[in-house]
C-alpha cells in the first residue's frame, strides 16, 4: 500500500480585523465556553470561499512548488457556509489555480473535524489510485457572513467564531507519512446543533429574523461533558492505531472552540500548553479551518521538528463527528514518489 | 412562606447566589470549573472520600461496622486487638508490629460510624475515619447500603507528633502513604463490600467471626 504524506499547509485571513468593541457590551469580559478572543477576522459581504481558497492554494503552491495540472487530482472543500446553496465551490476553486483534477469533492458534514476526515478519504484515494495528489480546502466564513449581523452579533456566542481559510496538499510519498487516522461518527448527536431563526422560519424561508447558529439549552451540559470526553479518546485511537504513547506527542493540533476544551483536551492527554499550539485569542473559532491554519502557525512558530510526531484531533458540531490523526513530521529526506 | 433575610448575608463575600449570577453568569463559571481529569493531588490531596454500594440492609452494615473488632476482618492490617483499661479503647497491631489503638463512635439513628484510631499511643485518637451509612432504597431507589468513608489529612499525618514513642527505628510514617489514601482506602472498603455481601447473600451470621486466641 502507498504511504501517505501530509507535505504541506497553507492559510489565508481576511483582512477585516474585528475587535470586541463590535460585539455586546461587556463581551470581552465572558469566561467559559464563550470566552472572547482578542481579535478575530470577518469576511467581507463579497469576499467569496472560492477567492479565500485561491488566496491560501497560491501560497501553498508556491511554496511546494507544485505543478497544478500535474501534482492536483483531486479536490477536496468544506465551507462552512458555502457560496451558494446548490453548488460547492470546487469547480471554481479548480478552475482558478488552474488544475483538472480527476475528482472534486465538496464535502459538507463532519465540520471542525473535516481537515481530518478529508485526509482520510483522499488518503484511501490515492492508495486505491495512482492519483499524485490531493488539495485539501477548509473555510470558515460564518464569523462574518452570520454573526456580524446587526442582531445576531449581540448573541453571547457571537464573539467567538472568526473567519479563515486553511489548505493541505498530501501525497503519496514517505515525507511525512500519516501513521494512523481515527474517527467516528456519534448520530446521536447530530440534532443538538442546529441553524434557527427566532422567528421559527427555515432557513430558506423569508423572514424577519436573521439566521443563527444555536446548541439545544437543555444538551448544553451533556455537550460539554461529551466534548471534553471524546477528542482525548480519539487522539488516544489515533496514538493507539499507530503504535504511539500520547506522551510521545511532540505537537497538538486542534479545531479550538474555545479556551476550555483547549485546556480540558490537552490536560487529559497530560501535553504540556507548548505542546498544544493554537491562535485562539487572535482567530477565535476557526471551525474546520482551525487545524491547517493552526499547523501553518505552528512550523512558523518552530513547534515541529524534523522526526517529530504530530496529532491532529477534534470533534465538530455538537459532536457529530470525532476525527485524529496521527503523522510522522519530515520522517523521510525527500519526496519519494510526486 | 419564607425567604432569607438579606442583611443576614450582608457583607459575606464570594456568594453565589441567582440574585447576583443569573444563569449566564454561573454557566460561564461551572464551564471553568468542570475539567475531563483532575491531578489525583488536588481531589484526594487533603480529604479522601470514597463510597461503595453494599448489598447488605443498613442496620446489619450499621451492626457489624459499629463493632471495633470488625477490623480484624475488613482492614488489610490491623489483627489482633484485646480491651485496654481504658473503655471501649482496644489495642493491636497494625503492619506486623506498630501498636494501634482504636474505638469506634457510632450513632445508630443516624446510621454514623467513626473509627478514631491512633499508631504507638491511646491518648489521642487523630486517625478518624468519618463513616455514613445510607439506606440505598433512599438514594438509588435500589436495596441495600451506600457507604460513604472520609478521612482528612490531620496535621499528624504529615510529622509523627510522638517520634519517641516508635520502636521500630526505621518504620515508615502512616502519613507517609497519605497519597495512596484513595487506593488503600479502596481496598479496604472492597474488603468490607465482600465480607458483607457474602455473609447476607448466604444467610451467615454477620459477624466480626471472632475466636479467642492464646
Redesign the interface.
Known amino acids: 500500500m502507498r504511504t501517505v504524506s501530509l507535505i504541506g499547509v497553507a492559510s489565508y485571513l481576511p483582512e477585516n480585523v474585528v475587535t470586541n468593541e463590535f460585539f455586546a457590551p461587556g463581551a470581552a469580559d ?5 470566552t472572547a478572543p482578542t481579535t478575530r477576522r470577518h469576511v467581507r459581504r463579497d469576499e467569496s470561499a472560492a477567492e479565500m481558497i485561491e488566496r491560501a492554494s497560491r501560497r501553498l503552491i508556491a511554496n511546494l512548488g507544485l505543478d497544478t495540472l500535474r501534482d492536483i487530482d483531486i479536490i477536496f472543500t468544506n465551507v462552512t457556509v458555502p457560496d451558494q446553496p446548490f453548488t460547492g465551490c470546487g469547480a471554481e476553486v479548480a478552475h482558478r489555480i488552474g488544475a483538472r483534477p480527476r475528482w472534486v469533492v465538496d464535502l459538507h458534514n463532519s465540520g471542525c473535524v473535516s481537515f481530518i476526515y478529508m485526509m482520510e478519504l483522499a488518503r484511501v484515494m490515492m492508495t486505491a489510485t495512482d492519483a499524485r495528489g490531493a488539495l485539501l480546502c477548509n473555510v470558515q466564513n460564518a464569523a462574518g457572513r452570520v454573526f456580524s449581523n446587526a442582531e445576531v452579533r449581540l448573541k ?1 456566542q457571537a464573539p467567538v467564531p472568526g473567519d479563515g481559510c486553511g489548505v493541505g496538499y498530501l501525497a503519496p510519498s514517505n515525507v511525512s507519512p500519516i501513521l494512523s487516522v481515527a474517527q467516528q461518527c456519534h448520530g446521536e448527536y447530530a440534532g443538538d446543533m442546529s441553524v434557527s431563526a427566532e422567528d421559527g422560519r427555515r432557513y430558506w424561508e423569508p423572514g424577519p429574523s436573521p439566521i443563527s447558529v444555536a446548541f439545544s439549552d437543555e444538551r ?1 451540559a451533556s455537550i ?2 461529551r466534548g ?2 471524546i477528542v ?1 479518546e480519539v487522539v488516544r485511537a489515533a496514538c493507539d492505531a499507530a503504535g504511539a504513547r500520547t506522551r510521545d506527542i511532540k505537537l497538538l493540533i486542534t479545531n479550538q472552540p474555545n479556551p ?1 476544551f483547549l ?3 490537552r ?2 492527554l497530560e501535553l504540556s500548553r507548548e505542546a498544544h499550539h493554537d491562535t485562539f485569542d487572535r482567530y477565535g473559532n476557526l471551525f474546520g479551518a482551525a487545524i491547517p491554519i493552526n499547523l501553518e502557525d505552528a512550523l512558523a512558530h518552530d513547534k515541529l521538528q524534523p522526526g517529530d510526531l504530530l496529532a491532529l484531533g477534534g470533534f465538530s458540531h455538537a459532536g457529530d463527528y470525532t476525527a485524529a490523526a496521527v503523522v510522522r513530521w519530515r520522517a523521510g529526506a525527500g519526496l519519494a514518489s510526486t | 412562606m419564607r425567604i432569607a433575610d438579606p442583611a443576614g448575608l450582608a457583607g459575606i463575600p464570594g456568594l453565589v447566589r441567582c440574585e447576583e449570577f443569573n444563569r449566564e453568569a454561573l454557566g460561564e463559571r461551572i464551564t471553568e470549573m468542570t475539567h475531563t481529569v483532575y491531578p489525583h493531588d488536588q481531589v484526594y490531596g487533603q480529604f479522601c472520600t470514597i463510597q461503595a454500594h453494599i448489598d447488605c440492609p443498613p442496620d446489619e452494615v450499621f451492626a457489624y461496622m459499629a463493632s471495633p473488632y470488625s477490623l480484624l476482618e475488613w482492614s488489610y492490617s490491623v489483627r489482633d486487638l484485646r480491651p485496654t483499661d481504658t473503655p471501649e479503647l482496644l489495642v493491636g497491631v497494625d503492619a506486623a508490629d506498630t501498636p494501634i489503638y482504636c474505638r469506634t463512635a457510632s450513632c445508630r439513628e443516624a446510621l454514623t460510624v467513626d473509627y478514631h484510631c491512633a499508631w504507638d499511643q491511646g491518648d489521642e485518637l487523630w486517625m478518624v475515619y468519618l463513616n455514613r451509612i445510607v439506606p440505598a432504597q433512599t438514594v438509588l431507589k435500589r436495596p441495600g447500603s451506600v457507604v460513604i468513608w472520609t478521612n482528612c489529612r490531620h496535621p499528624y499525618y504529615d510529622r509523627n507528633p510522638f517520634p519517641s514513642l516508635n520502636r521500630v527505628p526505621k518504620r515508615a510514617w502512616v502519613g507517609e502513604w497519605w497519597p495512596l489514601f484513595y487506593a488503600g482506602h479502596s481496598i479496604e472498603l472492597a474488603n468490607l463490600k465482600a465480607i458483607l455481601e457474602h455473609r447476607h447473600r448466604a444467610g451467615l451470621a454477620m459477624g466480626p467471626h471472632l475466636r479467642d486466641a492464646p
Open positions: 465572558r469566561r467559559g465556553m464563550f453571547s448544553v460539554i461533558s471534553n470526553r482525548p476550555i485546556r480540558n483536551w490536560e487529559a
